[in-house]
């Protein structure tokens, strides 16, 4: 059974920093593409940054140079390093494994909420 489980979320300072991790339960995590979605209250899921098996990585516009995704193989985790954080990054924040194999392979985790506030 897939399992995806995020932490490392929590409230920060506007222009603070935090580290959320995900930790995959799959046998085949380094072929996936690994990525980190947000839901801010009200709004839609939306796609925050991806990283490919390969370690290419590719990100939101309005988070470049603020956030850094990364990724273990060996440990079948996925990393994002916010920083500069600001108070529109406020939402929860879901990490999602897409099978570059199998199309209908698409995982969530739970999500970790991530609040950004004086």
């Known amino acids: 059974q897939v399992r995806l489980v995020e932490s490392g979320g929590g409230l920060v300072q506007p222009g603070g920093s935090l580290r959320l991790s995900c930790a995959a339960s799959?046998?085949?995590?380094?072929?996936?593409?690994m990525a980190w979605y947000r839901q801010a209250p009200g709004k839609q899921r939306e796609w925050v940054a991806s990283?490919?098996?390969?370690?290419?990585?590719n990100y939101k516009d309005a988070v470049k140079g603020r956030f850094t995704i990364a990724r273990d193989d060996a440990k079948n985790t996925v990393s994002l390093q916010m920083n500069s954080l600001r108070f529109e990054d406020t939402a929860v924040y879901y990490c999602?494994?897409?099978?570059?194999?199998?199309?209908?392979?698409?995982?969530w985790g739970q999500g970790t909420q991530v609040t950004v506030s004086p």
């Open positions: 999602n494994s897409r099978s570059t194999i199998i199309a209908s392979d698409v995982y």
């Open positions: 799959m046998s085949d995590f380094s072929s996936n593409i």
């Open positions: 990283i490919t098996g390969g370690g290419r990585t």
